[in-house]
């Protein structure tokens, strides 16, 4: 039995199985950051995070005209894997216009057990991370920082966070610096900033994603994004927004919490943040 919806499910049914399209090389902009511009921090728990929740990073570095830094927290567990998978984030961070660095200042090098079980047992490895990611923290004086939320579903995404949260306070940053918390293995209660995302700057996620030739070849999660935002603009529209709001309008969205630390740690504002929009003061390049 047929359904008014049945065209549009065998559409994004369609979607997710046609030909995978060649990768495009060229970046998104040959134009650099100014040399002063501040910068934007993700520090991501694995290669490809920065491209999967990169919609705010994206828009800061191409609107914005902020420099962002792909902070490599780990390279993944697989050992053989290592290498490539620094290579394949650096190909993503080249079409991106991030720049990719290592948390130990060693290139090819990140992290190691970087899980809640090394938090909670306060391993002298783990004070070790922590120790060099708030000298990272001195280096590149981020005044945002793009990190999983302390839920995020998976150990690493979730010691990520506590591993931020440690470094903060030795860091002893002079300057104001809001931590963007993403979600992608979980969704969080409390997101603060609602941020509309074009089909460019979706397609940009999805091809940057896909840079990542080991990971999508066993499963090509770059397909499920669009999925995954719209999702986002759902949710937004009454976790963002208020309980039984209208829709915003917005077809995709990523959404983030949002902390400031200043010294002390505070609850960020609310903002919904429309396609065309300026971003708010305290997120543009007059910060």
Known sequence: MSTPFDEMVNAYQNAL???????????????PAANDAPCCLICAPHPDDESLVGGLAIRMRHQEGWRVVNLAITLGSRKDRKQARWHEA?????YLGFELASPLGIQEQAFEN????????QSPQWLSSVTELATQLQIFKPRMIIVPHALDGHTTHCATYHLLMQAL????LTERCHLLLSEYWNTQLSPRLMLALSPTEVGQM??????????????????????WLIDGARRGAERVGLPGQAATGMN?????????????????????VQLGDAMPDFLSSTF
């Open 252 to 272: 995709m969205a990523a959404l983030y919490g949002w902390l400031v630390w200043d010294g002390t740690l505070h609850e960020g504002p609310k903002a919904l």
């Open 17 to 31: 199985s046609s030909p995978e399209p060649s990768l495009a090389l060229t970046p998104i902009s040959s134009q």
């Open 206 to 227: 999805m091809t940057a994603t896909a840079m990542h030739i080991g990971e999508v070849m066993r499963n090509p999660y770059h397909r499920s994004l669009p999925a």
């Open 114 to 121: 970087i899980t809640l079980d090394a938090f909670e047992a």
């Open 90 to 94: 650096q190909a993503a961070c080249n």
């Open 169 to 172: 306070p030795l860091a002893k």
